[in-house]
DNA sequence: CCAAAAGTGTTCACGGTACACCCATGC
DNA sequence: GCATGGGTGTACCGTGAACACTTTTGG
């Protein structure tokens, strides 16, 4: 059979890429990475950072050349999401749309403008403006996915900056889960799973007293897994 | 822009279909429906049902459209499972796969042989021929997913008669968990989650005493996913 | 009467949850 | 010295796991 006997959709790639507001307040809150359309369709309007796969690169590869090229952002944590296909979909015809899922830490990436001025902000997750497409129901998706697996994969750990403070932490998973989580047993279930090394350092600059920092240790996370062990927070 | 002005991949979709081997004798295993190609490449190999996506489909129905022409089936539980785009994947040029599995009772559905003459078998998920592409990886992802997605959904029905026995579904979960479980703990769990209505009715023409049938009651596992429940076996 | 599977309760160990006070630091 | 978050232990309860015998039926 020809394969170019039959008329082919447009393949695009889209990335829901979140990261956690960590500024100096202890206001913390889950936001998304949203894109300004300078063209039409939806010009000016909010939309997932995106775009056509090439035709000689892999799914993954076209994510995150995208997410390279429209907001400066490279070797996240990315994950594949669903894939999009109501043939409605896109105004200008039939296009099929892979989701993505990114994890960024916000000390360490700033993001960047992309290079054709249209701007990248971020949005709290539940104050995002309307978007473009049916980029809504991709980012619920990807939300409803990130707070089943964030229980049951150490996938938190992506948004934070690698050095953290046991609080720090509660406060991830209680921003991510919307319910509070009891301090003492947090940190005893966590500390017990043997995942996490104290360092020899205390946070900086608090007024208060100042909290030991750690860090997750993969290859402990990886070896624990080969002998059956299950993250759950 | 232009949606055309670079070339598309070929966009196409394949199906992981399971069953459960219910035969008359006790012994049942979990099976994978391959299709054996007609056509070049891969002539004569074994391989996933499915094809290209129609211009004016949705995926689901692609799949849908694919699992009634290549093997008779219809009305089948079907969930989207991951999209392979690996640019070397298929050697007639760029082809991606959005990848479906489906969940079919062997004893409402007949898997007929596909229109033309190649033939439609089932296989033991554990001894399945060599497959064409990259569909071993495809099935090996669906089994993942399976046995992970069973534990905390109601999908194993899906797998038995609308009637079935206590030991049918305890003996479907052990076979796609790949472990044992205990029968008194596995009926004083299923039994008190109060998902299951017992008919009045009883297991016919066995040697040994009749178990009694029941059905699982989806309006009511509805209502207490409402109320916050969680399925886990 | 024998083979084969159905059906049925109790005990124990562990992990989840609830809960309140003192400590260290910066201002 | 006071405000702010850091850090710590115990008691209770519910759920998961282990475990064996009697019942029913057909052949």
Partial sequence: MDLDAYPHPALAVDCVVFGLETDKSHETCLNVLLI??????????WALPGGFVHIDESLDEAARRELAEEAGLHD???EQLYTFGAPERDPRGRVVSVAYYALV????????????ARQARWFPVSQR??????????????YQRLQAKVRYQPLGFELLPQKFTLSQLQRMYEHILERP?????????????D???????????????????????????NRLVQRGFNFEV
């Fill in 36 to 45: 300004e359309r300078g063209l039409e369709p939806f010009a000016g309007a």
């Fill in 76 to 78: 996240v944590f990315l």
């Fill in 105 to 116: 830490r916000l000390s360490d990436h700033h993001v960047r403008a992309a290079t054709d």
């Fill in 129 to 142: 403006p309307d978007l473009a497409f049916d980029h809504r129901q991709i980012v619920d998706l990807a």
């Fill in 181 to 193: 989580l009891d301090k003492r047993n947090f940190r005893k279930k966590i500390l017990g799973m």
């Fill in 195 to 221: 995942l996490l090394v104290a360092l020899d350092e205390m946070q900086q600059g608090v007024a208060h007293r100042a909290a030991r920092l750690y860090r997750f240790d993969e290859q402990r996370y």
